[in-house]
């Protein structure tokens, strides 16, 4: 049982264009939420993150979203580059929790050129 | 500064067999968590370290698996009877103390590629 979800495997997109990464989580205690890039043979690093609190978190060409209503969370970036293409992890915490981390399945984005 | 580091980079086994992965947490970093990502899924949850508290083991597969942190720094991942089904990426992350950072932050290591013939 997913508590988060990741449905597109996979995603292409054009060079310049915006890539959207979506995300849906179950748990309604989670409060926390957090976007990871991994490239092939390295760990994921840290992208974005965005609290609860906040239906909106902006850092350059990254953009996160969240509707906590249909718990609904996703990824734009814009423009598109490709050295974005790398496959991108959605994470869900709840404070209630500890910082343990649930991890979504991960979505790989293709940007072309 | 120095990243999170895990040894060995890679790990071949023979099925039955015990192995052994190691983590160095990033300096001063008071979390450690454990990770493994099978091939085509995402990442698992295996065990989470905070200071000195007890461990977080509700990951952890089976009780072939085991992990210990000695002196709050490095941790070592134990797979005893290793199994094929073993074979995955083992990811070791750590986060600073959440009074000194802005917001909670994992950073990964590159991880150990385990393959359990």
């Known amino acids: 049982d997913q508590q988060v979800k990741q449905n597109s495997p996979s995603l292409s997109v054009q060079e310049g264009r915006i890539s959207i990464l979506n995300c849906d989580y179950t748990?309604?205690?989670?409060?926390?939420f957090l976007w990871y890039k991994k490239y092939p043979a390295e760990g994921p690093t840290f992208l974005i993150s965005?609290?609860?609190?906040?239906d909106k978190n902006e850092d350059g060409r990254f953009t996160v979203f969240l509707n906590k209503s249909a718990k609904h969370l996703s990824l734009h970036i814009v423009p598109s580059q490709p050295g974005d293409s790398a496959v991108y992890f959605c994470a869900a915490s709840a404070r209630i929790y500890g910082q343990n981390f649930v991890f979504g399945p991960g979505t790989r984005l293709s940007v072309l050129p | 500064g120095a990243g999170v580091s895990q040894s060995p980079s890679n790990k071949v086994t023979e099925k039955g067999k015990d192995v052994e992965l190691r983590c160095d947490p990033i300096s001063g970093h008071t979390a450690l968590y454990w990770y493994r990502q099978s091939l085509g899924q995402g990442l698992e949850f295996l065990i989470y370290?905070?200071?000195?508290?007890?461990?977080?083991k509700s990951g952890l597969p089976s009780d072939r698996f085991s992990a210990e942190r000695t002196g709050g720094s490095v941790s070592t991942l134990t797979i005893q009877r290793t199994q094929q089904e073993d074979s995955a990426v083992y990811l070791c992350?750590?986060?600073?103390?959440?009074?000194?950072?802005?917001?909670?932050?994992?950073?990964f290591g590159p991880g150990t590629r385990l393959l359990v013939l």
């Open positions: 965005i609290s609860s609190i906040k």
């Open positions: 370290f905070q200071g000195n508290s007890a461990p977080d």
């Open positions: 992350a750590s986060s600073p103390p959440l009074r000194l950072a802005r917001q909670e932050t994992q950073y």
């Open positions: 748990n309604s205690m989670f409060d926390y």
